[in-house]
């Protein structure tokens, strides 16, 4: 069974410092996603990477995917309020089947 | 893009009972995905619904406690069987929408046993 490990589990950093969440999985896969969820709400889709190598940025937050490596990263530079959510990454596997990682709890105090 | 409809939004049932949830996406699919949130903890993959065929289940999860109908190729149902307390968690809906754009995800349905 494909494994997904994400961390930091939990994450507090302070307005407008700069992380990374890291994501590493167990096999080979060229497909991740990751997603932010709000409190009580569905998954949103942030980014899709679909090859090694593949960068996506979108406002202050940048994905990266290196799959020899089996990792991706979550960049969060100058954080804000707005952005304390859970974010997942999740791997596709052969059969198509998603697998979420753990997930990490971010935080964004003032 | 895929939209995916999925209700209840939420409900509280008691403990021996059955829930039948519902997603209706707004255009054909062949695969639609059932996910199980527990309160704190990722999403874990409980089946997969192909139309046409039995559900595919994942390890822990079997066909008494997690019917699945796929009558045709823009819905399915998911139902929790016998419920218990245990089984208290958000239940999402998934459909492939393409490689390049990911998987979306109905709204869930926030389920409470007591």
């Known amino acids: 069974e494909l494994k997904v490990e994400q961390n930091p589990l939990f994450l507090s950093m302070q307005e407008g410092k700069n992380y990374t969440i890291y994501c590493n999985y167990s096999?080979?896969?060229?497909?991740l996603y990751w997603y932010r969820q709000d409190p009580g709400k569905s998954l949103e889709s942030l980014f899709v990477?679909?090859?090694?190598?593949a960068v996506k940025q979108e406002g202050r937050l940048m994905a990266s995917l290196d799959t020899k490596a089996r990792l991706s990263t979550l960049h969060i530079t100058a954080a804000v309020h707005d952005l304390s959510a859970t974010y997942f990454c999740?791997?596709?596997?052969?059969?198509?089947?998603?697998?979420f990682g753990t997930g990490t709890s971010l935080t964004v105090i003032p | 893009s895929a939209v995916i409809s999925q209700k209840p939004s939420r409900d509280i049932c008691q403990r021996g009972t059955s829930l039948t949830i519902q997603c209706q996406v707004d255009?054909?699919?062949?695969?639609m995905f059932w996910y199980r949130q527990q309160p704190g903890q990722s999403l874990t993959l409980i089946a997969t619904?192909?139309?046409?065929?039995?559900?595919?289940?994942e390890s822990g999860f079997v066909i008494d406690k997690f019917p699945i109908s796929r009558p045709n190729l823009t819905f399915s149902t998911l139902t929790v069987s016998n419920m218990s307390p245990e089984d208290s968690s958000i239940y999402l809906c998934?459909?492939?929408?393409?490689?390049?754009?990911?998987?979306?995800f109905g709204s869930g349905t926030r389920l409470t046993v007591v």
């Open positions: 619904a192909n139309q046409g065929s039995e559900a595919t289940y």
């Open positions: 990477l679909l090859s090694n190598g």
């Open positions: 255009s054909q699919v062949t695969m």
């Open positions: 096999t080979t896969s060229d497909r």
């Open positions: 998934s459909v492939e929408r393409g490689s390049r754009y990911g998987y979306t």
């Open positions: 999740a791997v596709v596997n052969t059969g198509n089947q998603f697998y």
